[in-house]
């Protein structure tokens, strides 16, 4: 079952990552598509289409040894929901059909935590903490697209209120959801241990998480104490981030050496992310400079995909390769580094570029050919992953 689950997950990220060249294209020339439906369909397939269904995927592999029918069915069920948003977001955005799409995949999360909450089982103490919490943010986040109906018609779609619902959102399913339960995922297979060290990390990791929500409200509704609580969160999450080294510095060694080169290169490229993820957040200690970089897409585009593409899709991929039974092949290989190379060579121009408008200096020559060139790699990598996946035997996984 877990083959045909990758395999789904995989196309629905290729789907998602056509989609996004077709955003890039759109740049050069005319598509015939409304571009923001287009963004709406792109992030809501990454998002709940890839990652969400991954998470679920391992969280169940994982964590479920004795898996009942329930959960073949709920995540077919939560597939006809990101199918549903595929076909219906591109060509009508926000709207009756989308939304009921979108409605019935956060109803199937929250039996999906039901059930995980029920039937998980583990012998450790700090992947059980972990997985728990990257529920519970889960749930959390979905406080804030309940909060859309009321905030459109109390407010409109301009105001404060409906931005920072969508901020809610976001940030405690990036930052909460996902990164927690990649986090779980990682120490499970490491099987790091309850220690000192294992609370202070999770304590400062779970109060940096909460605090840095200041940031993306303080863009809506400006204020003072949202600046120090942000400050605050951010000088946290980068102790938590040296804990987090610290845990897994012995403990990756030994792991090194029961995995293939390629898996070693991904997890160290996921970790990197990780690290660079933290350290770029560093520039919001500077009020001014955030408020800057906010106003200049390329710098938000740049770091949503640091940590979509970067972080947790690393971690994702470095688990996909954890299953195999067999050494990687050279068109996973190819595959994997294609997929890597486009996005290191997409964010590096959307760095440049965005430091260009920062001050003023203009576009770059073929800017935007040069963006779409190189983001051919990313659905091309996935390709070849995902035909890696639909050749495999069914006991490769």
Sequence with gaps: MLKKQIIVCLLNFLIAALMGLALRYAAINYIGINYRFLTHAHS????????????????????????????????????????????????????????????????????????????????????????????????????????????????????????????????????????????????????????????????LLLASTILTLAMPIQWFAPNFMLIVLNALGVVLQLVAIYFFFKLIKIEIKKFNTSVSKLTIYSYQFALLCLALKTIVQLASLVPQLTEELYLHRNFVIGFIHLLMLGVISGFLFSFLLKQLNTKPSKLLSFGLYSFLIGFVCTEFLLLIQGIKFYFGNGILPKYYELLFTFSILLPLGISFLLFNFIKLKNNAT
């Design 44 to 203: 809501h397939i990454a998002m709940l289409g890839w990652v969400y269904l991954m998470l679920y995927a391992f969280i169940v592999h994982y964590f479920v040894p004795e898996q009942k029918p329930i959960y073949q069915k709920l995540f077919w069920l939560t597939q006809v929901a990101v199918v549903g948003m595929m076909f219906s977001f591109p060509f009508q955005g926000y709207a009756a059909i989308s939304i009921s799409f979108s409605t019935l995949h956060i109803l199937c999360s929250y039996y999906f935590v039901h059930i995980i909450w029920k039937h998980h089982k583990t012998n450790s103490k700090v992947t059980r903490l972990l997985l728990k919490t990257s529920l519970l943010f889960m749930l959390l986040s979905t406080i804030g697209v309940w909060c859309l109906g009321p905030a459109v018609g109390l407010m409109g779609k301009a105001s404060a209120f409906y931005q920072i619902a969508i901020q809610f959102f976001l940030h405690f399913q990036f930052n909460g959801w996902f990164l927690f339960a990649v986090i779980a995922l990682f120490f499970h297979q490491l099987k790091i241990e309850d220690s000192k060290t294992f609370r202070i990390f999770f304590k």
